[in-house]
């Protein structure tokens, strides 16, 4: 029988799901009655009889389930919206779930009525805003009548409501004001690329001021001209109905970010000379060899960290009542000329006998963009009087937080947060508290994210501690208390909860043993919630917003055919670690015919590496590795132990955790990977002569660096669209773990595979995409030619055509997959 690849039960506004419906086509959505089942459904440990086999595993995960995906509340804080992909392509269906109306599809001819999870509302809480195919809509939540504000071709974003009760907009740099009763839109000011024009100039040379005194027609046209301009200056001065506010950024900048105040008074405009986002030239290109038009296709693809130079940028303030603006310097920011790579540097000199004198000089300094999280690094309180600003060291070191005193036209620090590896791209939330001059932000000062509170005349107060890491901080609406989530009980398990800003009072507002997000209503009464576990992938539930709730479950998209493989579920334990005091967490597949204790003939194992190096694995959520979560299940099937282990550098544990591979990646990743096969021959019966390793990516680098540095270590390997030389990786990811080339060759050798190749004497298997666009085919080429090179017999190489860094095609996912099996089987 098939499965309804989406099942609802409604009851009043709470929905609860579960795994038996009545069925119906996968092209329909279910919208009967469901039997009514426990809050959460508790995953079983091991569950169906069918075993998996490589060709199901790898193919189009349709099969599985097509999970709901960018959900958020409506305005109404009852109706919830969310995305659905069409079964065999790769379009999205928009779906809503009402309380009175049950689950239903929103049609293409009113997709725009819903709104999205960037919406906006009014200070008086009457207007909700949005846009849609870059146009904007205003919803009246008296009336629920919608007026559509424009409809162009142009983009409008950064949407925001003034004071006034007045809508602002950006279209391109260009930012506007719309009416929302009368529809008038305002231009407020545009920001021009280039020197602001000169206008006529009076003759300054010789040849051209006897021009002017000799020729009666070239003196009219100068007279002319200037009438002219002098009577657009008295029109745009005495008319209101002109737009005339505009800023010129200067010959050669480009424009990074600009900010408009709630008031409308104020303007702040980051400018840099380079583009802050890329430096890629033409030489950074990558050849297609399967075009459309049967011709090799030039991809551009992004600069590598050897070829960046220093990026900063400059903060200019305007203000937009006396057209008045100011260019606002960094030497009010502590450390701001610090030199805090001189032991680097000094290490690196005296390495090829040269000395190195540190001296204080300015620090290239730009915006601090926090890669989870997508607001600005430009934030204003609601009042409109104080803006909040970001910042970041070029050379990763130090992240600080100001405001700005606009009397002054300087920056006032609030908060520095240094870290002598690199300071996280990640937890650097920050906001105000509402109708107060007082901040909020994350900050891993403590060894782990946590969630303080400061007056921007006043001390910092921390109101989380303890050894978890918290995220996605939201304020309720009368600054009483944060909703955050974060892994207090568990590494592995993400929950919600809330603190009292007061009290610093923490409660637990959900228990549900997995990987929980949240979005909290606009009422703030309720929470959306999406959890997924081990064995089942992310489904939507709704709970009260306070301690103890009960969550109903909203969708129940997984599969029969899913529900009915084998699979085994690994089991997370901690393993103890021979070079620090915490343990590293770990999921085991345990064989299918394992018993506890046993003895005899020694089990066959092998280590996954997960990619990214920055990213958790060992949770006890649905992982973005489900193709590889049924491959181990399959040799867990055949026998095999299967170690997944969140090394150091994984997301999770805390900063020193994550810094544990400063200037020496693929050194504790591969000793951690050392105490996992030692574990594994103490615990679960494994020869330590027969274990194997593969991963992507950051996982493909550590394949090399496991098998070139500790060659006995692993039997064989298989590294998949790999590092090979980090000087050929991207700038934001590398340069803050080995600082860069110029600074620290010494930590592009130390940590660099291609510099250890003569290490290898074990079979070992490279899968490489022909496009990667994260990692540069590049890389494997000048690998494999160091191979040859050093006249190396025991590796092979496969390559892939059409692929990107994450494959797409299930052929593609199925030959990968085939070799690395073989591998094994032929080497274990």
């Not at 892994?487 to 990987?515: F, W």
């Not at 992310?538 to 709970?543: D, G, I, M």
């Not at 990646?665 to 096969?677: C, K």
């Not at 679960?684 to 950051?698: A, I, P, R």
Request: hydrophobic share 35%; proline share 5%.
């Amino acid at each position: 029988m098939k499965k309804s690849l989406l099942s609802i039960a409604v009851a009043g506004l709470l929905l609860t799901g579960c795994q038996t419906t009545s069925q119906t086509s996968d092209t329909e959505v279910a919208t009967s009655i469901a039997p009514v089942v426990a809050p959460v459904v508790q995953t079983p440990l091991d569950f169906g009889s069918e075993n998996i086999t490589l060709e199901q595993a790898m193919a189009d995960p349709d099969w599985i389930s097509r999970t709901p995906e960018n959900a958020f509340w409506g305005a109404d804080s009852s109706t919830i919206y969310f995305d659905q992909k069409q079964k065999g392509n790769q379009l999205r269906d928009k779906f809503a779930i009402d309380s009175a109306k049950g689950i239903k599809q929103v049609t293409l001819s009113n997709l725009h009525e819903v709104g999205n999870g960037n919406a906006i509302y009014s200070t008086n809480g009457r207007f909700q805003a949005y846009t849609f195919k870059g146009n904007i809509f205003v919803k009246d939540l008296r009336t629920n009548k919608i007026k559509q504000l424009t409809k162009t071709s142009a983009q409008e974003r950064i949407v925001q409501f003034m004071l006034s009760g007045e809508l602002a907009y950006r279209v391109d740099n260009t930012f506007f004001s719309v009416n929302v009763e009368t529809g008038l839109s305002t231009e407020l000011v545009k920001i021009h690329n280039g020197n602001k024009p000169k206008g006529t100039q009076e003759p300054d040379t010789y040849i051209a001021k006897e021009q002017h005194k000799l020729i009666d027609y070239v003196a009219l046209t100068h007279k002319n001209a200037l009438d002219a301009e002098a009577r657009k200056a008295d029109i745009e001065k005495q008319n209101q109905s002109i737009a005339n506010k505009h800023i010129y950024i200067g010959e050669g900048n480009n424009l990074v970010e600009a900010s408009l105040s709630p008031k409308g008074d104020k303007l702040i405009v980051v400018v840099s000379e380079h583009n802050v986002y890329s430096q890629a030239t033409e030489k950074d290109m990558m050849p297609n060899y399967i075009g459309q038009d049967g011709n090799i296709d030039p991809v551009p693809a992004r600069s590598r960290v050897a070829d960046n130079k220093p990026v900063e940028v400059e903060v200019i303030y305007v203000d937009l009542a006396t057209d008045k603006q100011k260019s606002v310097g960094f030497e009010t920011l502590p450390g701001f000329d610090e030199d805090v790579l001189a032991s680097v540097r000094k290490e690196n000199a005296e390495a090829i006998g040269e000395s190195y004198k540190s001296e204080k000089s300015p620090r290239a300094i730009k915006l601090m963009r926090d890669w989870y999280w997508s607001q600005s690094p430009i934030q204003w309180n609601s009042e409109g009087d104080q803006v909040a600003l970001m910042f970041k060291a070029w050379d990763n070191k130090d992240r600080w937080l100001t405001t700005m005193d606009f009397e002054k036209g300087e920056l006032t620090p609030q908060h520095r947060l240094h870290d002598s590896a690199w300071v996280n791209y990640a937890y650097n939330d920050f906001g105000w508290l509402n109708g107060e001059d007082s901040l909020y932000f994350l900050s891993e000062e403590s060894g782990y994210s946590h969630l303080y509170v400061k007056p921007v005349n006043g001390k910092a107060t921390q109101l989380t501690s303890g050894k978890f890491v918290v995220s996605d901080p939201k304020l309720t609406k009368d600054n009483n208390k944060f909703f955050f989530k974060a892994n207090v009980d568990h590494p592995g398990i993400y929950e919600v909860y809330s603190v009292d800003v007061a009290t610093k009072k923490k409660e637990a507002i959900t228990d549900l043993n997995g990987m929980t997000d949240f979005t909290l209503s606009p009422d703030e009464s309720k929470l959306l919630l999406r959890h997924s576990t081990i064995m089942m992938p992310t489904e939507l539930y709704v709970a009260d917003a306070k301690p103890d709730t009960q969550p109903k479950r909203l969708t129940n998209t997984v599969s029969d055919n899913f529900l009915n493989k084998k699979l085994i579920a690994p089991k997370i334990v901690a393993v103890p670690s021979s070079h620090t005091d915490e343990p590293i967490y770990a999921k085991v597949y345990y064989p299918a015919d394992y018993k506890p204790g046993e003895t005899g003939k020694k089990r066959k194992a092998v280590i996954f590496n997960h990619g990214a190096g920055y990213l958790q694995n060992s949770h006890m959520g649905w992982s973005v590795y489900f193709r590889e979560f049924m491959f181990h299940s399959l040799l867990a099937s055949e026998g095999y132990v299967v170690m997944d282990m969140d090394y150091r550098a994984s997301k999770g544990y805390g900063r020193d955790w994550r810094t544990a591979i400063y200037r020496q990646m693929g050194t504790p990743e591969i000793q951690d990977l050392a105490d996992g096969v030692k574990w594994m021959a103490q615990n679960v019966n494994v020869d330590e002569g027969s274990v194997g390793t593969y991963g992507g990516s950051y996982g493909g680098f550590m394949t090399f660096m496991a098998l070139f540095t500790q060659p006995e270590l692993f039997q064989a390997g298989a590294a998949l669209r790999p590092v090979t030389d980090w000087a050929y990786y991207n700038d934001p990811y590398t340069s803050n773990i080995l600082n860069r080339p110029q600074d620290d060759p010494i930590a592009y050798k130390r940590s660099s595979p291609i510099y250890f190749a003569e290490g290898l004497n074990k079979p070992m298997l490279i899968n490489a995409p022909m496009i990667d666009d994260n990692v540069f085919f590049q890389d494997v080429v000048r690998l494999v030619q160091r191979l040859i090179e050093l006249e190396k017999e025991n590796y092979e190489t496969a390559i892939y055509p059409v692929e990107p860094h994450g494959f797409v095609q299930p052929s593609s996912w199925l030959d990968e997959y085939r070799r690395i099996y073989k591998l094994f089987k032929e080497n274990l």
